[in-house]
């Protein structure tokens, strides 16, 4: 059964990241950059090809995380969690893949609209406040699931997930 008023928080909420919040970066970037006299940054072919592909690998990104989180038995919204902590496929990239999404998407705004200040000031404060949100949600997850989480954080990056090693030949330690 679903709760009408958990619906409309998921629905304010998405609104809010999805519209409030980039609206917010646009228009304090722009206004940013009108203040500033800051001139819009190159148009040049590698701005182009940046953009193209962040925005749909961070839309990829956030639609994976959120299958993983309805296989955890939740959603990403705080009024209805998943009742296991998810650590699988995109939340073995790192603890927030949704998050991670999300700022690449960002990111792709921001180079599409080419404005020094969003890039500079406004993307950098929505980071900023980002992060504090996720260590406060993070405090949560270890009360709820302690040791589990625990664990899960010490192997896992918070927001970037960390380059992995091609082994292109074996190591001189290994041994058959």
């Not at 148009?43 to 296989?71: C, E, N, Q, Y």
């Not at 980071?127 to 664990?151: A, N």
Request: overall charge positive; aromatic content about 12%; charged content about 20%.
């Amino acid at each position: 059964m679903f709760d009408p008023a958990i619906r409309t928080h998921q629905i304010r909420d998405a609104l809010c990241y999805w519209l409030v919040i980039p609206a917010a970066v646009i228009a304090s970037g722009k206004a940013i950059d009108i203040l500033l006299g800051l001139p819009d940054f190159s148009s040049g072919p590698l701005r182009m090809v940046l953009t193209g592909a962040l925005f749909p690998a961070g839309l990829i990104l956030i639609f994976l995380s959120m299958k993983d989180l309805s296989d955890g038995g939740g959603t990403p919204n705080p009024r209805r969690p998943p009742k296991k902590l998810v650590t699988a496929r995109s939340y073995s990239l790192c603890r927030h893949p949704m998050f991670l999404g999300y700022d690449l998407c960002a990111l792709a705004v921001v180079l599409w609209f080419r404005s020094p200040g969003m890039l500079l000031i406004s993307f950098p404060v929505f980071l900023l406040l980002q992060i504090r949100f996720l260590r406060k949600e993070e405090k949560i997850l270890r009360g709820k699931f302690r040791q589990h989480y625990t664990d899960y954080a010490a192997r896992t990056p918070f927001l970037l997930p960390r380059p992995r090693r091609m082994q292109f030949w074996p190591r001189q330690d290994a041994k058959k």
